[in-house]
């Protein structure tokens, strides 16, 4: 009997969350993963040396592995977790009462008491972090510190470190010796993950594949246009540009740095997202990849057949899906395989809340049940992230996939294997007639250009493309600079950015995504000794924007002297809170308490309170700065704070349309001729304000976006009359 063949193809993939110019790093899955799924992975698969594997391992992941191993790498987590617990400040503990329990609760966190307990203790539905801070002792952020770190080591890892076992054991009143050993023995994981991975290829056991250096969808680079295929009525960005160049840059890249780091050059490739179309083909081949997978979705559709499936989920006509298919490039033949959508999904989703015997044995049975067709041996290929699902399993799902694999190692009919080594003995004999133009989720690309924050993203990374491409042909930029301000743009190219933008998914952290993004394209600006346009400094994301404002209602009456003169001069302004909100980069208690902002039918009003009195929280040289970023950019400056008189100037502007005004008795208060400014009726006015000491910025208001309204038109009140 024909044997069917297993490629069980495990994805890799983090974002890349370090900044380039100013060295630091933002979110700890490199790291936390690292120690968990990228070494214990590859781990399990040496345990069972019948059982083949394909590890996809993304460029920038490993890129950033070799930052921690060289001990530079030190996201902020880390850097507090290092920090010993009594010299923690105020809003360090925040922070870490706010991100030291991010694992999952049932399999994480509840089996280990006294990491179950701290949780407890912090109350995680009550939203007075400072309150929670005052009910944790020194002790109790000690443990914290530890915990946060020790839930993340494999199981594998547990098994055969008897200090770690002995923490484990412990369980509270760690010393801080104790704690620096736990991180250190981070440190030692994380350098085994890559020499681990190129034992296991060089004696056989495993294949490594790459991806473009940093992840980016690669059809939407070589042709934004490509997602209509799927999609006919998508809007595409505004600034929609071809950048064939770029996608050819990052397939290149990826496959040297991939043959640098495990020795040999791949002979596979997972593109992106499993996203796929002619153009991009043609690339991959011309970087002398062999073959690429992706969904059965894309196969359905490049072939217009339906892959059918029985109630149980197993396929009516497997002669479609499993076997590998060439398609004809301009630079040579590519062979592609294709996934079993619902196999990868019982693995990414169903089998956690299984017995891990029962899972593995309904795996296993569902595989030998698929036979060989016409005489060629089947190949079933499974491909899911490596990391992701194993947080919702016990114990990381070591039990399930010990069984899985000892299963597989038994069976007399199962057989599994890299993907090269099948294409070796069964090279592809079908064709593939077209490649249709889509991804592995739903054959297209929405969540990448699908809702207008995912558009606006785009624009804003071609937008700062071109400023770049402008620059570099001018000649008048240092090289060195333009080579380290195109890799800030193929950072923002990564898929990862626009995953979080728009309604598609949810994290926690979406503020930490947008803030990264922009921040690369900033430094595009940065490194080229330019200041970055204002959009830069506007969330991209709806849900990650801070600032909560209601709109004018009516038009201002106001007199610009710097005091409350009635009630009613700003009853109808609109209003944004400035409160704390207690996120890391806000250090300090806040001078800037609440912007006000209205109008009549020719001028702005701007009323800016402050915490505290005046001649108390600002300093002499203290200036106030209004940056409009839309329609057009306009900078308006309070100068002389802390004084009697305050002078306010407006550049940019309209000379002779009138000038601005400014006073401050105990609040701070603005006027400017919207002619001044060059805006027009109904144009939308987007702004925010910066408080300027030494000529840096010390506040910014709101932290972050900023307050919109429209130029009004003389009916305005007339529109927005209100009981």
Request: net charge negative.
């Amino acid at each position: 009997m024909a044997k069917t063949y297993v490629a069980f193809w495990w994805h890799h993939h983090q974002p890349f969350y370090k900044d380039n110019v100013t060295d630091e790093w933002s979110m700890p899955w490199v790291r936390l993963h690292g120690v968990k799924d990228y070494y214990g992975m590859a781990a399990l698969v040496e345990e069972f040396p019948e059982i083949k594997a394909t590890f996809n391992l993304v460029p920038s992941l490993l890129s950033q592995l070799l930052d921690y191993v060289g001990n530079e790498g030190e996201d902020l987590g880390l850097r507090l977790a290092r920090k010993p617990a009594g010299d923690l400040l105020q809003e360090e503990k925040e922070f870490i009462l706010r991100n030291f329990f991010m694992a999952n609760t049932e399999w994480m966190i509840r089996p280990n008491a006294r990491y179950a307990d701290l949780l407890t203790k912090r109350r995680p539905r009550d939203p007075d972090i400072r309150a929670a801070v005052r009910r944790f002792s020194e002790q109790d952020f000690l443990d914290l510190q530890v915990w946060a770190n020790l839930v993340w080591f494999h199981p594998k890892t547990l098994e055969q470190d008897s200090f770690l076992q002995e923490m484990m054991l412990k369980g509270r009143r760690f010393t801080e010796q104790e704690k620096a050993d736990v991180l250190r023995r981070q440190m030692d994981v994380i350098a085994e993950v890559i020499p681990l991975h190129r034992r296991l290829e060089e004696r056989g056991q495993i294949e490594t594949t790459t991806t473009p250096f940093y992840h980016p969808i690669l059809p939407l680079l070589c042709n934004p246009g490509s997602a209509r295929e799927a999609m006919p009525n998508v809007p595409l960005p505004k600034e929609a540009r071809d950048n064939v160049d770029d996608a050819r840059e990052q397939i290149v890249r990826g496959t040297r740095f991939h043959e640098d780091m495990l020795g040999r050059k791949p002979r596979g490739m997972w593109p992106s997202e499993g996203s796929v179309c002619p153009e991009t083909a043609k690339l991959i081949r011309e970087a002398g990849i062999e073959w690429i997978g992706t969904d059965e979705q894309i196969l359905e559709r490049s072939l217009r057949k339906q892959i059918a499936r029985r109630d149980n989920g197993d396929i009516r006509n497997p002669e479609i899906l499993y076997r590998p298919y060439r398609f004809e490039t301009e630079a040579g033949p590519l062979t592609l395989v294709f996934r079993d959508h619902n196999l990868a999904d019982l693995i990414g989703f169903q089998y956690q809340r299984s017995e891990p015997e029962a899972a593995a044995r309904d795996l296993v049975g569902r595989l030998a049940r698929i036979k060989a067709v016409g005489g060629r041996p089947p190949l079933v290929s499974i491909i899911l992230d490596g990391e992701n699902a194993w947080e919702y399993y016990p114990k990381s799902g070591i039990e399930f996939l010990r069984d899985l694999y000892r299963r597989l190692s038994e069976h007399p009919d199962i057989e599994t294997t890299t993907i090269s080594s099948y294409l070796d003995q069964f090279p592809s004999k079908d064709t593939l007639p077209r490649l249709f133009a889509g991804s592995w989720i739903n054959h297209n690309f929405a969540i990448w250009i699908g809702h207008s924050e995912d558009r606006k993203a785009w624009d804003y990374l071609y937008k700062t493309r071109q400023f770049l491409v402008r620059v570099e042909n001018s000649g008048r930029a240092d090289s060195e600079a333009v080579k380290r301000a195109w890799e800030e743009i193929y950072i923002a190219e990564g898929s990862d950015w626009f995953w979080w933008f728009g309604d598609d998914h949810h994290t926690d952290q979406i503020r930490e995504f947008d803030d990264l993004f922009r921040r690369h394209l900033k430094n595009v600006y940065a490194l080229l000794d330019e200041k970055p346009p204002m959009m830069l400094d506007q969330p991209i994301s709806e849900k990650g924007a801070p600032s909560k404002y209601s709109q004018p209602r009516a038009f201002l009456k106001v007199n610009v002297d710097g005091r409350m003169t009635s009630f009613f001069e700003w009853v109808d302004a609109g209003h944004c809170n400035l409160k704390r909100t207690g996120a890391m980069d806000q250090t300090g208690e806040r001078i800037l308490r609440d912007l006000y902002f209205g109008f009549d039918k020719d001028n702005l009003f701007l009323r800016i309170d402050v915490e505290g009195e005046k001649d108390i929280v600002i300093h002499n040289d203290d200036s106030l700065r209004v940056c409009f970023y839309s329609p057009r950019q306009a900078v308006l400056i309070v100068e002389g704070l802390y004084g009697e008189r305050q002078n306010a100037i407006l550049t940019e502007g309209r000379a002779g349309e009138g000038d601005p005004q400014a006073a401050f008795r105990h609040v701070i208060e603005v006027s400017c001729p919207f002619r001044a400014l060059g805006f027009a009726e109904n144009e939308p006015v987007g702004l925010f304000v910066e408080l300027i000491r030494n000529n840096e910025i010390i506040e910014r208001a709101p932290r972050a976006g900023g307050v919109e309204f429209d130029v009004p038109t003389p009916d305005f009140e007339k529109i927005s009359w209100q009981v």
